[in-house]
Every structure is written in structure tokens, then in C-alpha cells.
């Protein structure tokens, strides 16, 4: 089944302890982003990917780092995860950039940091 | 600054009434706008997109350059609308996208 796919789908950590979200997808597509969802604040890119070993910064890149070293893996790594990065994180892929071509989502990581 | 904006963060319509979700947008360029559904316990998922200029599930939204709004509408309400709704915008210049805040419909049986 085509899909995007996220590890682990809850996560709860203390501040300072560095961790690592995969996201893996099947389709063969080349963009990849990852984006965190807040109450009342909606869904904000975070970082993005063109293709492999291509990042760029969204929205919200701060506290946050990504690598893509391959073409079906997207990691979002929190180096020194705080408690504002407590949410719900979402990862997606298109065939080929945003223009013209959906997102497709991952089910989700719900973060919590104490 | 780009922006897009849903002023209603929950509507709740009767099954069977017209439905409008509002979307505006703020953006110099040549933008492309999408609307994603989440409905309960499933993916965020694409509903439609302006290009495209179809009618997905009865839903129906036009682009109006003029006044900057993505509107998405759908004649009757069904239960099974209810869910959350998110309007996007790509810009041109590179493939970043932006998020409305969503609006969660509850359509009233």
C-alpha cells in the first residue's frame, strides 16, 4: 500500500533528551516535509525537502534538524527537544514539489516534553 | 506577509443546508491553493485543488483573484462532511506552503 509512514506515534520525553521522528514513504516521491500541528495555530512547515541531500527551512525551523540522505527517509531530529515543542508533528510527501502535485500525510506523532 | 486566513474556527450547519467554509489569502505572487479534509481518526488527506477545478465529494471551491478567496462550498450538507478543514497556499517562488488555522464543521443531524 502506498503510504506514508511514521515512527513512533507517541512520544513522551524529558527536555534536553535528544530524539529522533522517522518518516519513510513508498512512493518514490521527491518532496518531503515535516510540519507540527497547535490548537488555534494550525499546521506549520517546518523544514521541506526537494530531494535527496536538498533541505530548506519552513516556517518554524528553530530547535529542529532534518537530514535526506535518502530519497524514502525524512528524519526530523530535536537535538535538545523544550516544552514548546510539545505537539502533535506530521510528516508528507508529493510526487514532485507542491505545485500541482497533493500532499500526501503520515498518521501523525503526538510529542510531549517535560 | 503571506498569510491565509479561515475566520471561522467551527461552523456547524444542518444536514441538508448549504455549506461555505471562507478561505482568504494574502500573497503578491501567482499563488496555488488547496483544501485538505482530516476527517476523524484518518490522515490528512487532499480534498481539491484549484487547478484542478473539480467537484470532490460534492464540494466545489473557485479561486476569486479579485478578492483574494478560495471559498469552499458544497449545496446540501451531509453528516459524513463533519470534519476538520485546512486551506493551503503554495507559493510560486519556491515549495513552501502555508496553512489556514482550519475549521472544524459539524454538520447537525
Known amino acids: 500500500e502506498a503510504q506514508v509512514t511514521q515512527n513512533p506515534r507517541y512520544l513522551i520525553t524529558v527536555t534536553g533528551k535528544k530524539l529522533t521522528v522517522t518518516c519513510s514513504q513508498n512512493?518514490?516521491?521527491?518532496?518531503m516535509s515535516w510540519y507540527r500541528q497547535d490548537p488555534g495555530l494550525g499546521l506549520r512547515q517546518i523544514y521541506y525537502?526537494?530531494?535527496?541531500?536538498?533541505?530548506d527551512k519552513g516556517d518554524v525551523p528553530e530547535g529542529y534538524k532534518v537530514s535526506r540522505k535518502e530519497k524514502r527517509n525524512f528524519p526530523l531530529i530535536l537535538e535538545s527537544p523544550s516544552p514548546n515543542q510539545t505537539s502533535l508533528y506530521f510528516c508528507?510527501?508529493?510526487?514532485?514539489?507542491?505545485?500541482?502535485?497533493?500532499?500526501?500525510f503520515g498518521n501523525g506523532t503526538r510529542l510531549t516534553v517535560t | 506577509a503571506q498569510r491565509v486566513t479561515q475566520p471561522e474556527k467551527l461552523l456547524s450547519v444542518f444536514k441538508g443546508a448549504p455549506v461555505e467554509l471562507k478561505c482568504n489569502y494574502s500573497?503578491?505572487?501567482?499563488?496555488?491553493l488547496f483544501w485538505y479534509v482530516q476527517y476523524s481518526r484518518q490522515r490528512l488527506q487532499l480534498l481539491l485543488r484549484?487547478?484542478s477545478r473539480e467537484s470532490i465529494k460534492g464540494f466545489t471551491a473557485d479561486l476569486n483573484k479579485g478578492e483574494t478567496s478560495f471559498h469552499l462550498k458544497k449545496p446540501f450538507a451531509q453528516e459524513e462532511d463533519s470534519a476538520m478543514y485546512y486551506c493551503?497556499?503554495?507559493?510560486?517562488?519556491?515549495?513552501?506552503?502555508?496553512f489556514g488555522k482550519g475549521t472544524r464543521l459539524h454538520i447537525l443531524p
Open positions: 493551503a497556499l503554495v507559493m510560486n517562488r519556491d515549495d513552501k506552503i502555508i
Open positions: 500573497y503578491s505572487g501567482s499563488p496555488e
Open positions: 508528507a510527501s508529493s510526487k514532485q514539489g507542491l505545485r500541482g502535485s497533493p500532499l500526501h
Open positions: 512512493m518514490n516521491h521527491e518532496y
Open positions: 525537502s526537494m530531494n535527496v541531500e536538498v533541505t
Open positions: 484549484h487547478i
